[in-house]
């Protein structure tokens, strides 16, 4: 099963503007990392937030990560046409050697 | 793509035939995934492997078998390939003992009539 799930599955937004993307989990967690695909590609790791850290920036994203009601989310500022991809968290289900996906959200950036 | 290639890149095949699919890296990284992509559903994992000969399966498994003889080769092979195993297959490394990221290869869109 899922174990972490994306809000919203779509988002559309316009160049310039923020976009924020969500996730849940159900377990606990020692990280969770975003990922980022863009069409017929295979996935890019954006970043990484271990369970003790609430906030972490990278460039244009800032992600937070909220263990006790088990969410994360993540921040795109400014973004470009060129952010357009489907993003995915993923969790590491409390240390185990897999990763588990949730099932992504859509972003499309209009120029 | 952190030095995995994928082959084929995209195959056409029918029920029942036998398909194998190979992963290639480069950097001989000890784990290696993989991972099947559908509509709806995200990314999930087939089987995995932590060393030349050890594997495990992951959540979706039924129908698939993996080997790895060398450290730069991971198999998928499935059997006999049913119309429910038409998907996009990635394969991915894991970058290192210390840290659960992962880097993926540019997928096989497999197609079963």
């Known amino acids: 099963s899922q174990q972490g799930e994306e809000d919203p599955q779509a988002l559309s937004i316009q160049e310039g503007e923020n976009a924020t993307m969500n996730c849940s989990y159900k377990t606990s967690i020692n990280n969770l990392q975003w990922y980022r695909q863009n069409s017929g590609r295979g996935l890019v790791h954006l970043i990484l937030?271990?369970?003790?850290?609430r906030e972490k920036h990278s460039g244009r994203l800032r992600v937070t990560l909220d263990t006790s009601k088990k969410s994360s989310s993540l921040l795109i500022t400014a973004s470009r046409a060129a952010d357009t991809a489907s993003y995915f968290c993923a969790t590491d289900a409390g240390g185990s050697e897999k990763l588990v996906f949730g099932k992504g959200t859509k972003l499309t950036v209009n120029p | 793509d952190a030095g995995i290639t994928q082959s084929p890149r995209h195959k056409v095949t029918e029920t029942g035939t036998p398909v194998t699919l190979r992963c290639h890296q480069t950097?001989?990284?000890?784990?290696m995934y993989w991972y099947r992509q559908d509509p709806g559903h995200g990314l999930r994992l087939i089987h995995y492997s932590y060393g030349v000969k050890d594997t495990d399966k992951g959540e979706v498994s039924d129908g698939y078998s993996v080997s790895r003889s060398k450290t730069e080769d991971f198999l998928l092979t499935l059997e006999s390939a049913t119309s429910s195993q038409t998907s996009v297959y990635f394969c991915a490394i894991r970058s290192g003992e210390g840290t659960d990221t992962q880097y993926f290869g540019p997928g096989t869109r497999l197609t079963v009539l």
């Open positions: 950097e001989n990284h000890r784990y």
């Open positions: 937030i271990r369970s003790n850290e």
